[in-house]
């Protein structure tokens, strides 16, 4: 795999099958490192009651609900991956990782899933359903930003 540049654009590199796995590795890992945390702290702040590592069985498969969760983060990484190739490397790109985590996979929760769930869309407009939303998918964005990054430079052969 070539090696990214920092003041290299994703978009001056081609996206293989690997680019596509790492992504779906720094997403899938970004759930357990930094969105799950990012939960149990709002848990113990008592803005949620959702309890973080949930191992309850979720689906028509009962997967665990953290695996569940952290399945939706590796696609959400391809995702991001795929929509961040023109950023720059730089320091505007974890803010970009952080915003892009925070919307785009909380309106759909939001706006999508939630509904054919039969769950009320954004989570009933209650204030502390929503922060958690955004505040969680915040972190698993920024995680997913800097496993990527850190992966990338893994590859990155000696100099």
Known sequence: MEAFTVSQGISTRPSTP?????????????????????????????????????????????????????????????????????????????????????????????YVVAPLKGLPVAAGYAINGMATGLCVNAAWGLGTAILLRLMQRSLQPAA
């Open 18 to 110: 690997r680019h596509a796995l790492l992504a779906f590795v720094a997403g899938f890992i970004a759930v357990l490192a930094f969105h799950q945390p990012m939960l149990m702290l709002l848990a113990k702040l008592g803005v949620t009651h959702s309890p973080a590592y949930a191992l309850n069985p979720v689906g028509v498969l009962a997967i665990p609900k953290v695996i569940s969760l952290s399945f939706w983060g590796g696609v959400w990484g391809i995702v991001m991956f795929v929509v961040g190739r023109r950023w720059q490397i730089d320091g505007s790109f974890y803010i970009k990782a952080l915003l892009f985590g925070m919307i785009a996979p909380t309106l759909v929760a939001w």
